[in-house]
């Protein structure tokens, strides 16, 4: 049984960072490409797509977070890695991993295989 579990989220104030982690059992990680998604949390929010990284290491991002997000994987531990910097509070969300299939030409989702439970993330000003 595969799961996946996020952590590292928390609630710090404008202008700092986070390192979230993904961590997966039950299978390698080389098998997939993994995508970091986040929600904000009110009624109706959808989910987005925020990073993704290939099981070759190629990575791709929202334009809103290129130049402070980065994606990383360490296939040794078995998990993938989002280093936050330069966080506002725009960017309070529950941060959500993916095992699953995309395009990276155009950073959409197709299908999921295994998500994680969430973090949150809380940015003061």
């Known amino acids: 049984q595969v799961r996946v579990v996020e952590s590292g989220g928390g609630s710090v104030q404008a202008g700092e960072s986070l390192r979230l982690s993904c961590a997966v059992s039950?299978?390698?990680?080389?098998?997939?490409?993994m995508g970091w998604f986040r929600e904000a949390p009110a009624p109706g929010n959808q989910r987005d797509l925020v990073?993704?990284?290939?099981?070759?290491?190629?990575?791709s991002y929202a334009d809103y977070v290129k130049g402070r997000f980065t994606v990383s994987r360490g296939n040794a531990e078995n998990t993938a890695y989002l280093q936050m910097n330069s966080l506002n509070p725009e960017d309070t969300a529950i941060y959500y991993c993916?095992?699953?299939?995309?395009?990276?030409?155009?950073?959409?989702?197709?299908?999921?295989?295994?998500w994680g439970q969430g973090t949150l993330v809380t940015v003061s000003s």
């Open positions: 993916n095992l699953g299939h995309y395009d990276f030409g155009s950073l959409r989702f197709i299908a999921s295989e295994y």
């Open positions: 039950g299978s390698s990680i080389t098998r997939y490409t």
């Open positions: 990073a993704l990284i290939g099981s070759k290491g190629d990575s």
